[in-house]
């Protein structure tokens, strides 16, 4: 059975930094491309960023490009959201997906929220 | 990038009738369109990827048509448990990932 399990989540001020985590099992982790999407109190989804297998490739939606790294590690199955300078408009459940383009299984989500 | 418009933002419907659900690209994704079901403090769930192919263990009454820019989800025989917001999402080209903004298929 496929599990994602996001960890990291909590309250920060604006300007701090968190680093989510996303323990993968279930599947052949290393082979599929995964990404980190969103979703702010009442609103609809984000994708915020993604990262190949082999961790070569990266990418990051406009909104965090600059503020957050995306990386993993696949020796430990797991998948990194460096998040720094944070704002009050990254609050949100943020969800780990495996990805085809598609987002094929998810996690249940961890939240985070930006406020002084 | 391609922006993802979903129609209509409410969807009231009757336990046992059809729900349609539109998703217009505005620009062409080919068949790069996958459909999500979203509940109240749940995971999304993948319901259709490549427009039309079901995911795994996904029942028959959910099913996706369309290409190029314009996409419908049908839902048949609603069921209590289908009430949710639904998001189609396209993955022609990416980056980035693009979401449309949602249809919410409440009981009527």
């Known amino acids: 059975e496929v599990q994602l399990l996001e960890s990291g989540g909590g309250l920060v001020q604006p300007g701090g930094s968190l680093r989510l985590s996303c323990a993968a099992s279930?599947?052949?982790?290393?082979?599929?491309?995964m990404t980190w999407v969103r979703q702010a109190p009442g609103k609809g989804l984000e994708w915020v960023s993604g990262i190949s297998g082999s961790a070569g490739n990266t990418y990051y939606a406009d909104s965090v490009r600059g503020r957050f790294t995306i990386s993993r590690d696949n020796s430990k199955n797991t998948l990194y959201l460096q998040m720094d300078s944070l704002r009050a408009e990254d609050t949100a459940v943020y969800y780990c997906?495996?990805?085809?383009?598609?987002?094929?299984?998810w996690g249940q989500g961890t939240l985070v929220t930006v406020s002084s | 990038e391609k922006v993802m418009t979903q129609f209509p933002a409410t969807l009231s419907v009757s336990p046992g009738e059809t729900a349609t659900l539109s998703c217009r690209a505005s620009q062409s994704v080919s068949d790069s369109l996958a459909w999500y079901q979203v509940k109240p403090g749940q995971a999304p769930r993948l319901l259709i990827y490549d427009a039309s192919t079901r995911a795994t263990g996904i029942p028959a009454r959910f099913s996706g048509s369309g290409s190029g820019t314009e996409f419908t989800l049908t839902i048949s025989s609603l069921q209590s448990e289908d009430f949710a917001i639904y998001y189609c999402q396209q993955y022609r080209n990416w980056p980035p990932l693009t979401f449309g903004g949602g249809t919410k298929v409440e009981i009527k």
């Open positions: 997906a495996s990805t085809r383009g598609y987002m094929e299984h």
């Open positions: 279930g599947f052949t982790f290393r082979t599929y491309a």
